[in-house]
T-cell receptor
Framework: DTAVSQTPKYLVTQMGNDKSIKCEQN?????MYWYKQDSKKFLKIMFS???????INETVPNRFSPKSPDKAHLNLHINSLELGDSAVYFC?????????????FGPGTRLTVL | QKEVEQDPGPLSVPEGAIVSLNCTYS??????FMWYRQYSRKGPELLMY????GNKEDGRFTAQVDKSSKYISLFIRDSQPSDSATYLC??????????FGTGTSLTVIP
């Protein structure tokens, strides 16, 4: 069984479009995250959600909006896509936010903005 | 200055060699230190986790933390071609927000 899954795996779209990436975890974890990994492999946290509450919101453009319909899902919606948004986006989850519980990553969504 | 610095490599070693991967950091409040392995076009997977200073060994992998020098290391003994991947260090103050290094690309040549 896949622990953390993301869809789609690949996403190619035009500048200016709006797109969503979905993430689901079946680990029963309380906290979920979105990371962006650029072409140089630098992994940077974008958001995390704990029990449906946004608890970390790094300095990302407000075109990016995380949406969590329930504890097992954290979707990422991106408005007005820009060329610089091209990257691999990883979803991750951990048991709790304030412990040392490790994060489990999904396979990533490779976004290409043309 | 980035919170975490890691040499991106690439690093290429023959099979059976001992590999040393390192990260330095600037925030003395970091207490939790992790190493992730990321295969090409896959998500990172946790390899080793240590708390505070000291060593931790797991099979062919040894993680070391030197908080006085703000320096962490991952050693891989008897390296195998299957170890070829990008290795990311990560650290955290309180186990919540994680700061990642840029990753070191390792190739083990048969």
């Amino acid at each position: 069984d896949t622990a953390v899954s993301q869809t789609p795996k690949y996403l190619v779209t035009q500048m200016g479009n709006d797109k969503s990436i979905k993430c689901e975890q079946n680990l029963g974890h309380d906290t979920m995250y979105w990371y962006k990994q650029d072409s140089k492999k630098f992994l940077k946290i974008m958001f995390s959600y704990n029990n449906k509450e946004l608890i970390i919101n790094e300095t990302v453009p407000n075109r990016f909006s995380p949406k969590s319909p329930d504890k097992a899902h954290l979707n990422l919606h991106i408005n007005s896509l820009e060329l610089g948004d091209s990257a691999v986006y990883f979803c991750a989850s951990s048991h709790r936010q304030d412990t040392t519980d490790t994060q489990y990553f999904g396979p990533g969504t490779r976004l290409t903005v043309l | 200055q980035k919170e975490v610095e890691q040499d991106p490599g690439p690093l290429s070693v023959p099979e059976g060699a001992i590999v040393s991967l390192n990260c330095t950091y600037s925030n003395s409040a970091f207490q939790y230190f992790m190493w992730y392995r990321q295969y090409s076009r896959k998500g990172p997977e946790l390899l080793m986790y240590t708390y505070s200073s000291g060593n931790k060994e797991d099979g062919r992998f040894t993680a070391q933390v030197d908080k006085s020098s703000k320096y962490i290391s991952l050693f891989i003994r008897d390296s195998q071609p299957s170890d070829s991947a990008t290795y990311l260090c990560a650290m955290s103050v309180a186990g919540n927000q994680f700061y990642f290094g840029t990753g070191t690309s390792l190739t083990v040549i048969p």
